[in-house]
C-alpha cells in the first residue's frame, strides 16, 4: 500500500477523537476490527473528497464474495461430485457466506441436501454466544442497528493471530440462517495451538502455507472428517481456504516454535 502511495495507520491510531480516547485508556490496546471501522468512518466523515466501504458484514458484500461459492459449484459439477459438509472460518462473516451462500440457496429451494459448519474463535463466538438482537457493527456506534449474533459491539476481545476472526458480530444473513438452524458453529480456544497444528499438518500434506484464518477451516474439517469416520460414515467436505499465510510467518513461529 505504501509502494502506491498510501499512508498506514495501524488501529487505534492518533488520526482520530475514538482512537485516541482509546489509546489515553491503554496505549498498549490491541484494537479490534470493530474500532477500525469506527475509526474509518469517523476519518471519511471529518475528511474531504474520501470513500469509506465497509467490507465485511453487510449484505453486498456478501453478495460479492459468492463468486467463491459459485465457482466451487462449477468445479464439483466438473468431477460429478457435491459436498455433504461445507465448512468456513467465520469472524464477520464474508468468506464463510462467500463459500456457502450459493449452497445454502439450493438447500432451501430443496434441490440439494448439504450442512455448513462455521469455525470460530474463542476470543469471539459470536454465533455460539452472542444474542441475535440489534447492535452496532462498530464500537463507535457509527453504523445503522443491523440484527445479528453479537456479543456486543463495546466488547474487548482477546488478540488472537487469526485476527480477521475477531469480531463482535456475524453478518445479518449468517445470523438470520443461525437462528434457523441452518449453520452450525464451533469455536476454539484462544492460545491457537490446535489451528495452527492443523495448518503444519496441511502444510506437510499439500505444501501450501495458509493463513491463520483458514487453519480454523482446516482444523474443523480434520475433527469432522474423523468424527465421520469413527462413525463409519463416507462424507465429502468442502473447505474453503481464504488466503496464504506467507505474511504470518512471526504468528507460526511464536505458535509453533521449530528446533533451533
Not at 487505534?12 to 475514538?18: D, I, N, V
Not at 450459493?102 to 450442512?115: A, I, T
Not at 462455521?118 to 444474542?131: C, D, K, T, W
Request: glycine share 10%.
Amino acid at each position: 500500500m505504501r509502494l502506491l502511495g498510501a499512508t498506514v495507520y495501524a488501529s487505534p491510531s492518533r488520526e482520530t477523537k475514538l482512537g485516541r480516547e482509546i489509546l489515553a485508556r491503554d496505549p498498549s490496546h490491541p484494537g479490534s476490527l470493530g474500532i477500525a471501522v469506527s475509526e474509518g468512518l469517523e476519518y471519511t466523515k471529518e475528511g474531504e473528497g474520501r470513500v469509506y466501504c465497509l467490507g465485511s458484514v453487510l449484505n453486498h458484500v456478501l453478495m460479492h464474495q459468492t463468486i467463491i461459492g459459485l465457482e466451487t459449484m462449477k468445479q464439483f459439477e466438473l468431477v460429478d461430485d457435491k459436498p455433504d459438509l461445507i465448512v468456513g472460518c467465520l469472524g464477520g462473516g464474508s468468506n464463510f457466506g462467500g463459500i456457502a451462500l450459493p449452497f445454502m440457496g439450493e438447500v432451501l429451494k430443496k434441490r440439494r441436501e448439504c450442512e455448513f459448519l462455521a469455525s470460530q474463535s474463542m476470543a469471539a463466538p459470536n454465533l455460539m454466544r452472542g444474542e441475535y438482537r440489534y447492535d452496532f457493527g462498530d464500537v463507535g456506534e457509527h453504523t445503522p442497528l443491523l440484527k445479528m449474533y453479537t456479543l456486543g459491539h463495546k466488547t474487548e476481545m482477546p488478540p488472537i493471530k487469526a485476527d480477521g476472526l475477531r469480531y463482535h458480530a456475524a453478518a445479518p444473513i449468517i445470523s438470520l440462517l443461525r437462528h434457523y438452524g441452518m449453520v452450525k458453529a464451533v469455536a476454539y480456544p484462544v492460545d491457537e495451538k490446535a489451528v495452527f497444528e492443523a495448518a503444519k499438518t496441511f502444510l506437510q500434506s499439500e505444501g501450501w502455507l495458509i493463513a491463520p484464518e483458514s487453519s480454523y477451516a482446516v482444523r474443523a474439517t480434520i475433527d469432522k472428517a474423523l468424527e465421520y469416520e469413527k462413525r463409519g460414515e463416507e462424507k465429502v467436505i468442502c473447505m474453503n481456504i481464504s488466503g496464504h499465510g506467507f505474511l504470518d510467518i512471526p504468528a507460526y513461529r511464536e505458535r509453533i516454535p521449530t528446533p533451533s
